[in-house]
């Protein structure tokens, strides 16, 4: 529903929704105002600050640290990651470090999860155990 709002939408029903309340919700924007029923709009609410603290998070992280947290969803040891940006293992392990700190993410399935949730990368392919 936020992309729903986002798209310029005044109200919104689900098909739930009793004919009264119907009623109310064409009322109400046709006067000119928004109409969410309460439930609705919650959940919607509930997601919109769900997504922009998940944007915060990310917009957090530098260029390289974006990398790193890719190369580490991906299965990627220090050493190949290394070894995949040219940089040293010790670099690495800062920036691992600082992924961490900052988006407050401690074990690698989370920041695997975090980075698929964010489609910085997808899950593995034929490996129904995996994201």
């Not at 029903?13 to 609705?40: C, H, M, N, R």
């Not at 991906?74 to 995949?84: D, M, V």
């Amino acid at each position: 529903m936020v992309r729903t709002i986002q798209a310029g939408a005044r109200g919104y029903l689900s098909k739930e929704a009793s004919p009264a309340e119907l009623v109310k919700a064409i009322e109400t924007v046709g006067a000119g105002d928004s109409f969410f029923a309460t439930e609705d709009a919650e959940k919607a609410l509930n997601q919109f600050v769900k997504s922009k603290q998940d944007e915060r998070s990310r917009e957090q992280l530098t260029r390289r640290e974006v990398q790193v947290l890719v190369a580490i969803a991906e299965g990627l040891g220090n050493k190949e990651t290394a070894s995949r940006l040219g940089i040293s293992i010790r670099t690495i392990e800062a920036h691992r470090g600082g992924v961490m700190r900052k988006l407050k993410i401690h074990t690698i399935a989370g920041l695997t999860k975090f980075a698929i949730t964010q489609g910085l990368t997808a899950p593995l392919e034929g490996n129904p155990g995996v994201l």
